[in-house]
C-alpha cells in the first residue's frame, strides 16, 4: 500500500515531466503543468495522511523512507510547487508577451519544472545517502538551465555560477557520503545496506567516530553551498535574481529545505556516532555567521529579487542554527520556521514577480508605487515583507521568537548576535519595500491578469498558523522533532 | 600472494592518479589537458578492475567498464568535438601563475594526506592511504577549477574531480551499491551534456569562452 | 693481518675504480653516438670520447693571462670529486672497502663542492661569458640540489638508511615490492639528471650559441690537459648520476653482501653484466629523451626543476600516506 501511494508520488512529476517534454510548446501546457503539480499534491496529501496515522513507513525494499519528518517536508514541496505553477502560468505567459520568453524555452521550463519537483521529492523520501546525492545533483541539473532562461549575459553568467559552485559543493558531498559508506561498510557489510540510512541509524553508535566527522564536515560542506550558508552563498543571489521568478520561488522556497533535509540526516547519524555536539556545534556556527553576514549584506542591494535572495540566506541560517542547537524545542522551532519561510518567501517572489513585470525593471529605485497600479500585488508585496521579517501575528514571528528564546536559554552569547541581525534585517528590507509600496507609480498594464490567490493563499497560511497551530500539527512537528534527535 | 601484489597494483595506480591530477594542474595546453583527463579515466578504471578482480566483486567489473567507456572514450571524445565545434584550440590561461599553483597543489597534498591519516591507521585491508590519495586528487581538481580562466578547463576540472570521487568509492571502499554508482554516471554524463550547452549560450552571449567576461554580478 | 676478505674487498675496490674512470668516456661516447642514430647522422663512434681526450693532452695548455692558482687546480679537483664519487657508488657489489663513505648526502656534498670550484674558477678569468655560466649553473643547481635531497630521502625512508649500499641491499635483496613513491622519485630524479649533466632540455652539451649554453659557458677559457680533465670528469658526472639511478631504481643482480668471500667468482661476473646492461640501456633512454625534448628557455628551468622538486616531495608524501 505505502509502495503504491509513494510510486503515486514519484511517478505522477516523472509522467508530467514525459508528457511535458512532449507537448511543452502546446498552449494547454502550462494548465497541463498546474494539473500534474496538483495530482502530485494530492499524492502527498494522501502519503502524509497514511504517515500520520501509522507513523514512520519504508518502501521498495527500503530504498525509501518516510517519517514524520521528511513527510511535512514532501507536503511542503508538493504545495508550493503546485501554487507556484498556478503562479507561473500568467507569469510566464506575460513574459512571453514581453518577448523575454519563446515557446521552446517554455517547453523547457515546463518540463524542467516536472522533473526539478520529481527530483527534489526522491532526494526526500530516498532513504539512501547514495541517492539523496543523486537526486540533489539532478535537482541542480534541472534547474541549471532554468536559470539562464533568458538568456542574457547575466543570466548565463547566474547559471554558470550556479552550475560550478553547486557542482564542486556536491562533488564535496558525494566524497562525504563515500566516507560515511567507508565507516558503514565496517560495520553493515558490502552492498546495498550500508548506505541505507535507517539501519546506519540502528548502528550508529557502532560507526567510526573519527572518519564520521570527516564525513560530516565534506557533507555540510557541500549540502550547505546548496542551502546558501555563508560562505557557500555567492551562487545564490546571483541564480535568484537572474532567474524567471516561479524559478527563484521553488529555489528559494523548497530547493534549500531539501539540502537541509539531507544534512540533517546526516547530523543524527554523526552526533549519534560520536556521542558529541560536534555536527550542531558545525551547523549553529555555519548557521550564525550566514544569518550575521545575508543580514549585513540586504542593505546594499539594488536589485529587489536579490534583496529578497539575501533574506532567503539569512533565514537558512537561522534555521540551520535552530537545528545546530537541537532539543525538542530548537528542532520543533526550526521545522516550523523552514515551513513559514517557505511559504511566505514564494508568496513574496509571487508578488515580486507581477511588481517586476509592472515596473519594467528589478531595480528597487525605479519600482514605485505598487499599492496605486495594483492594491492586490501592492498589499501582497506589503503583508508578505511583514510576515518575513518576523512581524506579530504571522507565523514566522512564532518560530523566530522561539528560536531565539531558546538561543537566549542554551546559547546567550549568541542572542545580542542573532537579535541585532534580525534588527538590521527588518530596517533593511522594511526601508526598501515601503516606497515599492507606496509612492508615485511609473508602471504599465499587464496582458494578462496576475496571478495572486497563491500569493494570499500562502499568507493566509502563515497567519493562520502564527494565531493558532492546530494541535495534530503540533503534535506532528514534535514527533518529527522527536526523530530528529531533539 | 596475489592480495598483496594487487594492493601494490592499486597503490601504483593511486599515486598515478595523483600524479595525473598534478599534470593537469601543470597543463598549458588545452587537447593535452583532455588526453590526460582521458589518461586519468583509464587509470581509474584499471584500478576499479583490479579491485574487483581482487576482492572477486562482479558488479565493479561494471564499474570499470562504464568509467573505461565513459571517462576514457566517451567524455574526451565529447570534449574534443566540443573544442573542434567551437574552434577554440588555446592554451590554457590561469589565474596565477603555473609554479605558484603547483606550490598551492603540494599544500592541499599535504592537507589532505593529514586529514586521511588517522582514517589510514584505521583500516587494515586494501583501503589504506586511498582515501588520502582521493582526496588529494579532488582538491587538486577543485584547485584547477578555481585558477583557470577558461570555460573548458573548468569543465575539465569538475570532471576530473568526478574521477577522484569515483576513485574513492571504488577503490578506497569496494565500490558504492551499483544503483548509486549508475545514478552518478548519469548525472555526470548529464552533466557534460549541459556543460556542452552552456559553451554555446556562452559563447553566443559573450563571444568568448572567458570566464573573466562574466564578473558583472557582484555585490558592489 | 688483513683477512682474505678484505683484501678482496681492497682488490674490487681499486677494480671499480679503475673501471669507472676508463668506462665514463665510452658511455658519453655511447649516449653521442645514440643521438646521431636517432638524428639520423653516422656519429663520431663510441669511442670519439677516448680520442678527444687523447688529443687534448697532447696539447700545450694555455692559460688565460689573469689566471691565479685556483683556476689552474680547478680541473684537479673537478676529476677528484666525481672519480671519487663515481667509484664508491655500488654498482657491482654492496660490501666494498670504500661503502661506508658512499652516504647519499656526502655525494651531495660532493658534487656541491665540485661545482663550487667550477663557478669560481668560470669568474676567475673575469670573461663575461665565464660569469653568466656560473650564475647560469648556481641557477639551475640551486634548483636541483633539494630535489635530489628529497630523492633520496623518499629512497632512504624504504631502507632507513641514508647509505647508498644499505639502500641498494634493501631494494635488491628484499622480498619484490612495488613503491609508488619511487616511482614519483625516479621521475624527479630523471629531471634531476638532465638538469645537473648539462643535458637537453636544460642545456644542450653540443653547442656554444651564447645565449643558451651553461656548462660550456664556464670551461670557454680551459685548453689542453685542463680541459680533456674537466671533460672526463663530467663523463664521470654522467657515469656517476646513471650510477646512482641504477642503484636506486634497478638495483637488481648487484651482488649480495657476503657475495665476495663465497661464490665472487659467479656473483660478480654476473652483477657486472648486468650493469653493462643497465648502462647501454641507460645511455639508450638518455639519448632517445634528448631526442624527443626540445630546449627550453632557461627562464623555464626553474619551473622545469620545481617540477623535480614537486615530484620528490610528492613521492615523500606517498610513502608516508602508503608506507611503500
Redesign the interface.
Known amino acids: 500500500m505505502i509502495d503504491l501511494q509513494l510510486m503515486a508520488l514519484l511517478l505522477t512529476p516523472l509522467t508530467g515531466g514525459l508528457l511535458l517534454a512532449a507537448f511543452g510548446s502546446r498552449s494547454w501546457a502550462a494548465e497541463l503543468n498546474s494539473l500534474m503539480s496538483f495530482c502530485t499534491f494530492i499524492a502527498a496529501v494522501v502519503l502524509t495522511m497514511r504517515v500520520i496515522d501509522s507513523g514512520p513507513q519504508v518502501a521498495f525494499n527500503e530504498q525509501f523512507f518516510i517519517d514524520q519528518f521528511n513527510v511535512f517536508l514532501v507536503a511542503l514541496t508538493a504545495f508550493v510547487a503546485f501554487t507556484t505553477s498556478l503562479f507561473s502560468r500568467p507569469y510566464m505567459r506575460i513574459e512571453q508577451h514581453h518577448g523575454k520568453l519563446t515557446t521552446q524555452m517554455l517547453h523547457l521550463y515546463y518540463s524542467m519544472y516536472q522533473l526539478f519537483t520529481l527530483a527534489m521529492l526522491t532526494a526526500l523520501t530516498s532513504n539512501n545517502m547514495g541517492i539523496i546525492w543523486v537526486s540533489m545533483e539532478a535537482a541542480t541539473l534541472t534547474t541549471v538551465l532554468l536559470v539562464s532562461l533568458y538568456r542574457t549575459p547575466a543570466s548565463i553568467e547566474a547559471a554558470w555560477k550556479y552550475f560550478i559552485l553547486c557542482g564542486v559543493g556536491i562533488a564535496l558531498a558525494l566524497f562525504g557520503t563515500i566516507l560515511l559508506y567507508f565507516a558503514a561498510e565496517r560495520v553493515l557489510g558490502e552492498g546495498g545496506t550500508a548506505l541505507l540510512w535507517t539501519h546506519l541509524n540502528q548502528v550508529k553508535g557502532g560507526l567510526e567516530p573519527t572518519v564520521l566527522k570527516l564525513a560530516f564536515v565534506f557533507l555540510l560542506v557541500g549540502y550547505g553551498t546548496k542551502i546558501g550558508l555563508v560562505p557557500l552563498h555567492s551562487w545564490l543571489p546571483d541564480a535568484h535574481a537572474e532567474g524567471p521568478t516561479p524559478v527563484s520561488a521553488v529555489l528559494s522556497g523548497l530547493l534549500l529545505n531539501v539540502a537541509l533535509c539531507a544534512v540533517m540526516r546526516s547530523k543524527v547519524l554523526v552526533d549519534g556516532s560520536l556521542g558529541t555536539h560536534f555536527a550542531g556545534n558545525l551547523m549553529m556556527g555555519f548557521g550564525l555567521l550566514s544569518v550575521v553576514v545575508a543580514a549585513l549584506f540586504l542593505s546594499r542591494q539594488k536589485d529587489i529579487k536579490r534583496m529578497f535572495a539575501y533574506s532567503s540566506i539569512e533565514h537558512m541560517g537561522l534555521v540551520t542554527f535552530a537545528f545546530g542547537m537541537g532539543g525538542p524545542v530548537a528542532t520543533f522551532a526550526a521545522m516550523l520556521h523552514m515551513t513559514m519561510h517557505s511559504l511566505t518567501k514564494s508568496a513574496i517572489f509571487f508578488a515580486v514577480g507581477h511588481a517586476v513585470q509592472k515596473a519594467g525593471t528589478q531595480q528597487m529605485e525605479n519600482i514605485r508605487g505598487m499599492l496605486q497600479v495594483s492594491p492586490t500585488v501592492g498589499w501582497g508585496l506589503m503583508l508578505g515583507t511583514l510576515a518575513i521579517l518576523g512581524m506579530p501575528p504571522f507565523g514566522i514571528f512564532a518560530s523566530e521568537f522561539l528560536i531565539i528564546t531558546t538561543a537566549m536559554h542554551d546559547y546567550p552569547w549568541t542572542t545580542p548576535f542573532l537579535l541585532i541581525a534580525l534588527g538590521i534585517a527588518f530596517a533593511a528590507i522594511f526601508g526598501k519595500v515601503q516606497p515599492i509600496v507606496f509612492g508615485e507609480t511609473t508602471a504599465r498594464r499587464l496582458p494578462h491578469q496576475p496571478a495572486l490567490i497563491p500569493v494570499f493563499a500562502h499568507l493566509l497560511l502563515v497567519l493562520i498558523l502564527g494565531l493558532y497551530m492546530p494541535p495534530y500539527l503540533a503534535d506532528w512537528y514534535r514527533q518529527a522533532a522527536a526523530l530528529l534527535g531533539g | 600472494m596475489p592480495i598483496s601484489y594487487s594492493i601494490q597494483i592499486i597503490n601504483l595506480l593511486a599515486s598515478m592518479l595523483l600524479l595525473i591530477a598534478f599534470a593537469m594542474l601543470s597543463q598549458r595546453r588545452i587537447l593535452s589537458l583532455i588526453n590526460l583527463f582521458a589518461w586519468q579515466g583509464l587509470v581509474l578504471s584499471l584500478s576499479t578492475f583490479v579491485v574487483a578482480y581482487s576482492t572477486d566483486q562482479h558488479h565493479l567489473y561494471y564499474s570499470a567498464g562504464l568509467t573505461l567507456l565513459l571517462k576514457v572514450m566517451v567524455l574526451p571524445w565529447l570534449l574534443h568535438r566540443l573544442i573542434r565545434k567551437l574552434n577554440v584550440k588555446w592554451d590554457v590561461e590561469t589565474l596565477i601563475n603555473i609554479p605558484t599553483t603547483m606550490l598551492v597543489g603540494i599544500g592541499l597534498v599535504i592537507f589532505a594526506f593529514n586529514l586521511a591519516a588517522p582514517i589510514s591507521q584505521l583500516s587494515e585491508s586494501i583501503t589504506r592511504g586511498l582515501i588520502g590519495i582521493a582526496l588529494a586528487s579532488v582538491l587538486l581538481s577543485l584547485l584547477m577549477m578555481l585558477t583557470r580562466r577558461k570555460a573548458v578547463p573548468q569543465v575539465v576540472g569538475f570532471l576530473a574531480m568526478e574521477n577522484g570521487l569515483f576513485f574513492a568509492a571504488t577503490s578506497a571502499t569496494h565500490g558504492m551499491p551499483l544503483v548509486v554508482e549508475l545514478g552518478i554516471a548519469l548525472d555526470v554524463l548529464v552533466a557534460t551534456f549541459i556543460f556542452g550547452i552552456f559553451f554555446f549560450q556562452i559563447r553566443e552571449t559573450f563571444d568568448s569562452l572567458d570566464i573573466t567576461n562574466m564578473e558583472k554580478l557582484k555585490d558592489d | 693481518m688483513m683477512t682474505t676478505e678484505q683484501t678482496l674487498g681492497i682488490l674490487f675496490q681499486i677494480y671499480q675504480s679503475l673501471l669507472v674512470v676508463l668506462l665514463a668516456p665510452l658511455l658519453t661516447g655511447w649516449v653521442n653516438q645514440c643521438r646521431a642514430w636517432l638524428q639520423n647522422r653516422s656519429g663520431p663512434g663510441v669511442m670519439q670520447p677516448y680520442r678527444t681526450l687523447r688529443k687534448l693532452f697532447h696539447k700545450d695548455a694555455v692559460m688565460a693571462y689573469n689566471a691565479s692558482l685556483l683556476f689552474r687546480i680547478t680541473p684537479y679537483i673537478l676529476f677528484g670529486c666525481m672519480w671519487l664519487a663515481a667509484a664508491i657508488i655500488p654498482i657491482i657489489a654492496v660490501d666494498l672497502p670504500f661503502s661506508p663513505a658512499a652516504d647519499v648526502i656526502a655525494l651531495v656534498g660532493v658534487f656541491a663542492l665540485a661545482r663550487v670550484f667550477i663557478s669560481l674558477a668560470a669568474m676567475d678569468i673575469g670573461t663575461a661569458f665565464g660569469t653568466l655560466g656560473a650564475r647560469r649553473e648556481m641557477l639551475v643547481s640551486f634548483l636541483a640540489e633539494p630535489a635530489l635531497l628529497m630523492v633520496f630521502f623518499t629512497a632512504s625512508l624504504i631502507s632507513h638508511s641514508t647509505q647508498l649500499p644499505r639502500i641498494v641491499d634493501a631494494l635488491a635483496h628484499h622480498q619484490f615490492?612495488?613503491y609508488?613513491?619511487l616511482?614519483?622519485a625516479g621521475?624527479a630524479f630523471v629531471i634531476v639528471l638532465l638538469a645537473e649533466n648539462a643535458r637537453i632540455p636544460v642545456d644542450n652539451p653540443s653547442t656554444h650559441l651564447e645565449l643558451t649554453m651553461i656548462h660550456e659557458a664556464m670551461i670557454l677559457e680551459y685548453s689542453a690537459r685542463h680541459l680533456a680533465l674537466v671533460e672526463w670528469a663530467s663523463s664521470l658526472k654522467l657515469f656517476a648520476y646513471i650510477s646512482i639511478g641504477i642503484a636506486l631504481f634497478v638495483p637488481y643482480g648487484i651482488a649480495e653482501v657476503g657475495a665476495m668471500v663465497g661464490n665472487w667468482g659467479s656473483a660478480l661476473p654476473l652483477a657486472i653484466i648486468a650493469l653493462l646492461v643497465k648502462l647501454i640501456l641507460a645511455g639508450a633512454a638518455l639519448a632517445l629523451l634528448e631526442a624527443l625534448l626540445a630546449k627550453m628557455r632557461i627562464f623555464r628551468a626553474?619551473?622545469f626543476l620545481?617540477?623535480a622538486f614537486?615530484?620528490a616531495?610528492?613521492g615523500l608524501?606517498?610513502h608516508?600516506?602508503?608506507?611503500?
Do not use: D, R, Y
Not at chain 3, 320 to 324: R, T, V, Y
Open positions: 615490492v612495488l609508488p613513491s616511482a614519483f621521475l626553474p619551473e620545481g617540477t614537486l615530484l616531495v610528492l608524501l606517498i608516508f600516506l602508503l608506507g611503500a
